[in-house]
């Protein structure tokens, strides 16, 4: 099984930038990507960025297209958010998922940290 873990979220001032991190662990499958969501109080889980298993392929939510990258250290199974010029409605929790290629939706979820910017 993959468990995934998310570190890195807290408090930051609007402007700021932030670096939270996906540490992933067991037995991955052969070919996947990893990706980022977000879950504000009284609002649906939304997607926001996602990376392929080479890190040859990137995608973004619009609203954080040059703010947020997303990144990966392979030898370390670890996949990165860097987050910058952040801005109050970012706050929210952050889930890390991996979704096996061709499929639907996530098959694993992380437990999500917490990213609260302040005006």
């Known amino acids: 099984q993959v468990q995934l873990l998310e570190s890195g979220g807290g408090l930051v001032q609007a402007g700021g930038s932030l670096r939270i991190s996906c540490a992933a662990s067991?037995?991955?499958?052969?070919?996947?990507?990893t990706g980022w969501f977000r879950q504000a109080p009284g609002k649906e889980r939304e997607f926001v960025a996602a990376?392929?298993?080479?890190?040859?392929?990137?995608y973004y939510e619009d609203s954080v297209k040059g703010r947020f990258i997303i990144s990966k250290d392979s030898a370390k199974n670890t996949v990165y958010l860097q987050m910058n010029s952040l801005k109050p409605e970012d706050t929210a929790v952050y889930y890390c998922?991996?979704?096996?290629?061709?499929?639907?939706?996530?098959?694993?979820w992380g437990q999500g940290t917490q990213v609260t910017v302040s005006s």
């Open positions: 067991g037995r991955m499958p052969s070919s996947y990507a």
């Open positions: 998922a991996v979704q096996k290629t061709g499929g639907t939706r996530p098959d694993y």
């Open positions: 990376i392929s298993r080479r890190g040859d392929n990137t």
